[in-house]
T-cell receptor, first 112, second 111 residues
């Protein structure tokens, strides 16, 4: 079974802190994605990566950056956390042969 | 206007009822259509995956795609309390791994 793991289930940070969210997948998938999920807005794509050291902006990249140094790991970075970044963050991966995405359990981030 | 529209509900049905969910979309280039199920405090999991127009059945679940109307549906027969979850539609263009999601419909099946 594909497994996508995220470093934390719940996280509480203060405004202005630098926040790292880690995602690891164990199925050798080429593609990885970061979304945020907010009530009434569904899943919105923040960044994605089709290969190591490659990254592309999604629909809402402002205030975020990413890093993909290894194929299995995709990190989301909040350079200076703000209260409007309080959200559920979901990581996903998929192989190049299809576009079925496998999701991690999510990290619920609260910025105070 | 959002690219994918989905009524957020909530939807509450008695056990054994048929649950009907749907999404509309505006981008005629979408070719792949998916339904994800998300239980509370969990990540979404793929439920149904269809390509282009037509029907697909898997046990109690049926997915329908009508590209001419830009409308997709998911039906759940003989609904069970374990079907209580948020259902998200998602779609993508050919040769594009990015998915566009609906807002999700929250379903509660009452025992």
């Amino acid at each position: 079974d594909v497994k996508v793991t995220q470093s934390s289930r719940y996280l509480v940070k203060r405004t202005g802190e630098k926040v790292f969210l880690e995602c690891v997948q164990d199925m050798d998938h080429e593609n990885m994605f970061w979304y945020r999920q907010d009530p009434g807005l569904g899943l919105r794509l923040i960044y994605f990566s089709y290969d190591v050291k490659m990254k592309e902006k999604g629909d809402i990249p402002e205030g975020y950056s990413v890093s993909r140094e290894k194929k299995e790991r995709f990190s989301l970075i909040l350079e200076s956390a703000s209260t409007n970044q309080t959200s559920m963050y979901l990581c996903a991966s998929n192989p190049v042969r299809n576009n079925e995405q496998f999701f991690g359990p999510g990290t619920r981030l609260t910025v105070l | 206007q959002k690219e994918v529209e989905q009524d957020p509900g909530p939807l509450s049905v008695p056990e054994g009822a048929i649950v009907s969910l749907n999404c509309t979309y505006s981008n005629s280039a979408f070719q792949y259509f998916m339904w994800y199920r998300q239980y509370s405090r969990k990540g979404p999991e793929l439920l149904m995956y269809t390509y282009s127009s037509g029907n697909k059945e898997d046990g109690r679940f049926t997915a329908q795609v009508d590209k001419s109307s830009k409308y997709i549906s998911l039906f759940i027969r003989d609904s069970q309390p374990s079907d209580s979850a948020t259902y998200l539609c998602a779609m993508s263009r050919s040769n594009d791994y990015k998915l566009s999601f609906g807002a999700g419909t929250t379903v509660t099946v009452r025992a």
